[in-house]
C-alpha cells in the first residue's frame, strides 16, 4: 500500500502565492513503480467535478490545465517521494480543495486552497 498526504493548504489573497506538497510512503516496490510513472495534482471545487491541474512524468516533462499554465509548477523530488506544486498569481476561482495522486491509483486526502479577492 502506498499513502499519499498532502500539506501546504491556506487562505491567501488574491495574487499570493503557495506551495503544496505531496509526502508518499509505504510499500517499498509501490514506490518504485511511483517514480517511474506519472504524477498529478488535481482539484475539486464546490458544486464542480475534479479536474486535473497539473502533471508531472517521470522525465519531468510536465502538462498543465489551460486555467492554471504560467501560475503554476509543478515538480518532483523523487528521491523523497515528494509532489510539489508552487502556485502563484492566485485567483478566488483556484478556491478548492487539491489532490495529488499516484498511479490514478492512490490519492492523498486533499489539502484545502481559498484564495479571497
Known amino acids: 500500500q502506498v499513502q499519499l498526504v498532502e500539506s501546504g493548504g491556506g487562505l491567501v489573497q488574491a495574487g499570493g502565492s503557495l506551495r503544496l506538497s505531496c509526502q508518499a510512503s509505504?510499500?517499498?516496490?509501490?514506490?518504485?513503480?511511483?517514480?517511474?510513472?506519472?504524477m498529478g495534482w488535481h482539484r475539486q471545487a464546490p458544486g464542480k467535478q475534479r479536474e486535473l491541474v497539473a502533471s508531472?512524468?517521470?522525465?519531468?516533462?510536465?502538462n498543465y490545465a489551460d486555467s492554471v499554465k504560467d501560475r503554476f509548477i509543478i515538480s518532483r523530488d523523487k528521491d523523497k517521494n515528494t509532489l510539489y506544486l508552487e502556485m502563484s498569481s492566485l485567483k478566488p476561482e483556484d478556491t478548492a480543495v487539491y489532490y495529488c495522486d499516484a498511479l490514478r491509483i492512490y490519492w492523498g486526502q486533499g489539502t484545502q486552497v481559498t484564495v479571497s479577492p
Open positions: 509505504g510499500s517499498i516496490l509501490l514506490l518504485h513503480a511511483i517514480r517511474r510513472n506519472v
Open positions: 508531472i512524468a517521470s522525465d519531468g516533462s510536465t
